[in-house]
């Protein structure tokens, strides 16, 4: 076996050298370079390795935030249906053949648009019939007149008796009677040709023609025939029922005024699409039942939307967010810092010595994104919001502070810059 000669004038065995020394140390000896470059060698290979391996990984680098602190309004959210200020079922109101549909299927109307001809010939030939009535009505009651005028004249040289003036008198007055009846009876006339002509009663969307022309339809007198319906669009109620602990809890937040009650108030609204993860329309509260119902304990509500682009149909669901609370000041932070253990839900938390701590939190509802914190943080503390997979509880990290969201106020705890007014 070799030995290396030290400068000491000692010697060492090559048996004696660490193993990762005695690999270098043949390799080279075999290409026949000197002992003492194959020692030191060897040597400093050795301690390579052995730094690297004992030198210690630093703590893992997670990003931290404080939470926003600003005034927030707590709101309840419920699902609800739309249904249509107006809605009105086009019916015949005179019974004949259809000469036309003069609507599109599906399009918007308005009041006054024509929908259907019916054919009016047979009401025309009645109109004229009453006209006749009528001008034959008023010449009676013209001769009636002069007659009765001539009676009065001779009775006051005792030429007639006053029977015959009391006679003339009440002959008058059935003409009279009869010019109105006539009248009345060319009315009914007239409108029944107008009736002929299906008018839009209301403006909105209408439904497809149930009768195509050539068809009998039956007036009001015999069971009307429907013809189509018309629903309006703008603005749209949605209907939504509150349960019976929000309505308790609302309810006591009036009695102590710190929220005005949607029955003499018209409260805020927002309303979520299907689809939608946003409130995309705005509205307020337009009625309140008068009672609970008794198989749902649920009081019925409903809200009047504005709906210029025509976009929402009766029938569409929405999840409608009414006013749950007044102003009150909140911390938040991100959801995505929130995680779970088992029942509790917890925020890890990088105290001043950087090392980490689990706090069990109170959560509140999410307003535009951040998550309110009712309980268990503080304006100061730095929370965990990125990397929260390599955090441990105890363990030390490398905090490193996140920027606030575009929009949003500075964290609670944060102090003013350097020149900076508080």
């Known amino acids: 076996m070799g030995t290396l000669t030290l400068r000491a004038g000692g010697t060492l065995a090559a048996a004696e050298l660490p193993a990762e020394a005695r690999g270098v140390f043949r390799h080279l000896r075999y290409a026949g370079a000197p002992i003492g470059l ?17 030198a210690p990984s630093p703590p893992p680098s997670v990003t931290v935030a404080q939470p926003v602190k600003r005034s927030v309004t707590d709101w309840d959210e419920f699902i609800g249906r739309f249904e249509a200020i107006e809605e009105v079922q086009v019916r015949a109101r005179v019974g004949g053949f259809v000469n036309s549909v003069e609507f599109k299927d599906g399009a918007i ?34 001769l009636a007149k002069r007659e009765l005028e001539r009676g009065l004249t001779l009775v006051r040289t005792s030429a007639v008796s006053e029977q015959v003036v009391d006679q003339r008198r009440q002959a008058l007055q059935a003409a009279q009677a009869a010019e109105t009846q006539a009248e009345g009876t060319l009315k009914a006339a007239q409108l029944n040709v107008e009736f002929t002509h299906v008018l839009a009663p209301i403006t909105g969307r209408v439904s497809r023609h149930l009768v195509t022309p050539g068809n009998l339809v039956q007036g009001s007198e015999g069971g009307s025939t429907l013809l189509t319906s018309i629903v309006s669009l703008d603005p749209i109620y949605i209907y939504f029922d509150v349960d019976e602990a929000t309505y308790q809890r609302n309810s006591k937040l009036w009695f102590e005024g710190r929220r005005p ?9 927002q309303v979520t699409l299907t689809g939608e993860t946003k409130p995309s329309h705005e509205g307020k509260m337009d009625f309140l039942d008068n009672r609970l119902d008794i198989s749902t304990a649920t009081l019925r509500s409903r809200a009047i939307i504005p709906n210029k682009d025509l976009s929402i149909l009766p029938g569409q669901f929405g999840r409608v967010r009414i006013i749950g609370s007044s102003p009150y000041e909140a911390l938040l932070i991100p959801d995505t810092a929130i995680a779970t253990d088992q029942s509790r839900k917890i925020v890890f938390v990088v105290k001043d010595d950087n090392t980490v701590e689990a706090r069990a939190v109170v959560l509140g509802p999410l307003d535009d994104g951040l998550r309110v914190i009712r309980e268990g943080l503080k304006a100061e503390d730095h929370v965990i919001v990125d990397g929260l997979q390599r955090a441990r509880v105890g363990a030390k990290v490398t905090p490193k ?5 575009a929009g949003d106020k500075a964290p609670a705890g944060a102090k003013p810059a350097t020149g900076a007014k508080p």
Do not use: W
Not at 38 to 54: H, M
Not at 121 to 132: M, N, S
């Open 261 to 269: 009650s949607s029955r003499d108030t018209a409260n805020p609204v």
């Open 109 to 142: 109307v308005h009041a006054g648009d024509l929908l259907y001809i019916i054919d009016p010939r047979p009401f025309e030939a009645v109109k004229l019939q009453a006209e006749g009535q009528l001008d034959d009505a008023r010449a009676k009651e013209e």
């Open 38 to 54: 194959l020692f030191a060698l060897a040597l400093a290979g050795c301690d390579e390795k052995a730094q690297s391996r004992a």
């Open 401 to 405: 502070m996140a920027q606030a969201p």
